[in-house]
């Protein structure tokens, strides 16, 4: 019998990275293999065996490394290991984050000379590099699963690793949950209870950690958008007072609606996605607005370049050229231009169904296997 570990330290069923695995596992579960969760903390529904890995700790840095150590204790015990934090003990490495160094140079762009060097002699970002360095140069290490080419390009920059060992799986998207339909369903009904012109352009943000996936971005391009464009802000971040004095100029216009569990029905209510991030491999937020056929605004630093045709089925912009994404906000304000790039938005992903992905991931753990 095969035994297969997955390596998070929160794991949550219904997370972004999980969901990327969870069918698969299943799956191979089914076919008399033994699936193990090695995690510090399980949340969410049965179907594997959890496996607590929760070893004392005080900050990040101590945290991310008691937590390799006492991982790499016992991955010896298992046939292949696929991991979602960068540890050296793994088969399979998912780099649903990307790169860290790219992340701190493209967060440079937008801080001061103080920050970065604080940055720079942080013990946590200095064991961050130091540990995707020795994931990376692993010899146990066999694929690494990019969910873009964006990531698989930067990694064999960076590393030197061939295009075999770099598989390019998309993440999926449950095209019946996010589909047009809820524009019927939701567009008035979320207008009217926050307050919103029915023929207003509402812009929608979703993301938490606003830094990154570019808050004070989207703020800025709306200053320089048609006067009643608004902007809806879901998600969550510590400084977020920072970004509501960021906000004030903007009235009632910008709204800031805290994380939620179900963003369907502001798809259904909004005109657009607008994610300036500066830095993210590939946000399921895209994939979902998408099906929900909603044209996307996102950067040149967003995994979503590998699928979106400017001016096609979206648009994409460096995350700092405010006016090039206040351009695309006046173009999308335009409703038949709207409703044709939201069309080919949802067609580009209508056949990127969880099932696709769970089969190509299927399939790459059957060749690690075999």
């Not at 200095?126 to 990694?155: G, Q």
């Not at 064999?156 to 949950?177: I, M, S």
């Not at 703020?219 to 879901?234: G, K, N, S, T, Y």
């Not at 569990?261 to 798809?267: A, G």
Request: glycine letters at 8%; hydrophobic letters at 40%; aromatic letters at 10%.
């Amino acid at each position: 019998m095969v035994k297969i570990a997955i390596v998070r330290q929160r794991y949550t069923a219904f997370g972004g990275a999980e969901r990327f695995t969870d069918r698969a596992l299943k799956a191979l579960a089914e076919q008399g293999a033994e699936v193990s969760v090695i995690a510090r903390k399980w949340s969410g529904e049965g179907g594997f065996a959890v496996r607590e890995c929760n070893p004392f700790h005080l900050g990040r840095t101590w945290r991310d490394r008691s937590f390799r150590d006492g991982v790499c204790a016992i991955t010896g015990e298992y046939d292949l290991v696929q991991s979602h934090e960068r540890i050296p003990c793994c088969d399979i490495y998912r780099a649903g984050d990307g790169l860290h160094r790219e992340w701190l140079r493209q967060k440079a762009r937008v801080t001061g000379p103080l920050h970065r060097l604080s940055t720079a002699l942080s013990p946590y970002h200095r064991y961050v590099l130091a540990a995707e360095e020795a994931l990376f140069t692993s010899p146990r290490l066999k694929a690494v699963i990019c969910n873009s080419k964006l990531i698989r390009d930067e990694i064999k920059a960076h590393f030197g690793l061939p295009d075999e060992r770099l598989p390019v799986l998309y993440n999926g998207v449950d095209t019946d949950t996010f589909h047009p339909y809820l524009k019927q369903r939701f567009r008035d009904a979320m207008r009217r209870g926050l307050g919103t012109p029915p023929d207003a352009p509402v812009f929608l943000f979703v993301g938490s950690g606003f830094l990154r996936k570019g808050v004070a971005g989207a703020l800025a391009a709306l200053r320089l958008a048609p006067a009643d464009a608004h902007l809806w802000i879901v998600g969550a971040d510590r400084n977020a007072r920072k970004y509501h004095r960021l906000a004030t100029r903007f009235g009632d216009r910008v709204r800031f609606l805290g994380p939620q569990n179900d963003v369907t029905p502001y798809y259904g209510a909004a005109d657009a996605l607008l994610l300036p991030t500066l830095y993210d491999p590939f946000p399921n937020v895209i994939l979902e607005a998408m099906a929900s056929g909603l044209p996307v605004i996102t950067s040149l630093k967003c995994g979503a370049v590998d699928i979106i045709e400017d001016g096609v089925n979206g648009y994409l912009r460096d995350a700092l050229d405010y006016p090039g994404l206040a351009g695309c906000m006046d173009s999308i304000c335009a409703p038949e231009r709207a409703a044709r790039i939201g069309l080919a938005a949802r067609e580009t992903v209508a056949d990127w169904t969880l099932e696709r992905v769970a089969t190509q991931t299927l399939n790459l753990y059957r060749s690690l296997t075999a």
